[in-house]
């Protein structure tokens, strides 16, 4: 709050599509798909008939004991876009508690099977899970875990393959290849008390857009095998296309797609309800099932939350699933990208800004640290915000995650009003950066 003065909160007034409209009536567009949530827009007429038709018919019931029609198709539906290799679903209500249930539900499962020693973790560097406590731990991200820090578990910190790292002549296939041998060197120490690997698939998001080689999710899946440890998906912010397949994972999955290639594990959340309600979910494989396969209550696995498993909320994702089933949702979003990469060129060409890049729908680049005054983030936001784009820099990273209803006509709109709010912020040298005031980023 102490930043309002310079940085005055926007008040939303309603939404529709991809624009957002404040109290004023002045319109912005979602660039960000109000943080990763907004599939298809905001009012999406399908969603909001499905949610109203549900809230006729039952808006709530705890999901202990009892059941509902909407959980279960959804588990089912999931279930059938894993080729029913993950064919268990975990409900809950938000992304963090997803991240906890697969961490405890690794430990556990172990735990039942008899070997009680495997309960650490190991997570990548720059990523992010989650902020409470065990998705904190496993975050790798200072300005959310500092003061915690005391308070958290110790994972074991791996190299990320994130594509930036490469050395002159380097692929990015090359950097994941650097990436596996650091994972089997710690594997090769340690794999008789780690439970399981947690990454985000192919794209660190929160840690600043970092992309990476699918080789590296390949290599991951083979030595979690190898040395008997669980491999968790984080797929919260990379699910439901975002990346250009409904599941980023799939991007690493040979032909025959065999279930030892998939993860054990798919936490999903954000995008699933297309950006309505609050609900994530666990996808699990059989043998995780099995491990809880008990009379015994200890054994079991629980975890509740009120809100798990909403039925509002799981007809929303319905709802998702059914645009995905009905329209080539991918196809399009892969036509509408190039378009707007098409019309990126020219600013990833700018001199002051570096790594330049893009996966499905997510478009992301770096101001160089010289032209990046401490004040850069919020300047950005701010000259965005005149331009009509709600936007929010991580760091030095600026980034475009918008809901896939790009048009040609507004892919050209949102690349020629982004990039006249970058020349406005950016210092065209960077001797008049270092002289910028400074103030915190946003
Ligand atoms: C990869 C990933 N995991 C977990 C989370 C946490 O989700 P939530 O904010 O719903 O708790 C996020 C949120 O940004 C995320 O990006």
Excluded at 65 to 72: E, I, M, Q
Excluded at 114 to 143: M, R
Excluded at 389 to 408: D, N, S
Aim: proline share 5%.
């Amino acid at each position: 709050m102490a930043l309002a003065d310079s940085m005055p909160l926007l008040a939303i007034d309603h939404a529709q599509g991809p624009w957002l409209f404040d109290v004023d009536g002045k319109r912005y567009f979602d660039a960000i798909s109000s943080w990763w949530v907004n599939l298809f827009g905001h009012s999406e007429p399908r969603i909001s008939a499905a949610i109203s038709e549900q809230l006729a018919r039952l808006p709530h019931i705890l999901l202990a004991g009892c059941t509902h029609s909407p959980a279960v198709e959804l588990a089912e539906r999931l279930s059938l876009r894993t080729q029913g290799v993950l064919g268990h679903c975990f409900f809950a209500s938000d992304g963090a508690s997803a991240v906890e249930i697969a961490l405890k539900m690794s430990a556990h499962a172990w735990r039942n099977q008899g070997q009680t020693g495997k309960t650490e973790f190991v997570c990548l560097h720059g990523g992010y899970h989650g902020e409470t406590l065990g998705a904190l731990s496993v975050t790798d991200i200072a300005v959310f875990k500092d003061a915690y820090d005391p308070l958290l578990l110790r994972p074991h910190l791996v190299m990320s393959p994130d594509a930036r790292q490469a050395g002159a002549g380097e692929t990015s296939e090359q950097v994941a290849q650097r990436a596996l041998v650091k994972l089997e060197q710690l594997l090769g120490l340690r794999a008789d008390r780690i439970a399981a690997l947690i990454l985000e698939p192919l794209v660190q998001a929160a840690g600043g857009m970092a992309m990476y080689h699918p080789a590296y999710l390949r290599g991951a899946r083979a030595l979690c095998t190898q040395f008997d440890v669980h491999l968790i998906a984080d797929e919260i912010a990379v699910g439901c296309g975002r990346t250009g397949s409904f599941f980023a994972w799939e991007q690493s999955l040979g032909d025959k797609q065999a279930s030892a290639e998939w993860p054990d594990f798919i936490c999903l959340s954000k995008g699933i309800t297309g950006g309505f309600l609050p609900l994530s979910l666990v996808l699990s494989k059989e043998d995780v099932f099995q491990a809880f396969w008990s009379r015994e209550t200890a054994k079991g696995f629980l975890h509740s939350h009120s809100y798990s498993g909403n039925p509002l909320a799981c007809s929303a994702a319905l709802a998702v699933l059914d645009h995905f089933d009905d329209r080539d949702v991918l196809g399009n979003n892969a036509q509408q990208a190039a378009i707007l990469s098409g019309h990126l060129q020219p600013l990833f060409l700018d001199e002051r800004l570096e790594h330049p890049r893009q996966m499905g729908s997510i478009w992301a680049f770096d101001v160089r640290p010289e032209y990046a005054a401490p004040d850069m983030g919020a300047r950005l936001r701010s000259r965005a915000l005149e331009h009509g784009l709600m936007i929010r820099p991580i760091g030095r990273t600026v980034y475009l995650m918008p809901p896939y209803v790009l048009t040609p006509e507004l892919s050209a709109w949102v690349a020629r009003e982004l990039s006249a709010a970058v020349d406005e912020a950016l210092p065209a040298s960077p001797a008049y950066a270092h002289r910028a005031p400074s103030a915190a980023t946003a």
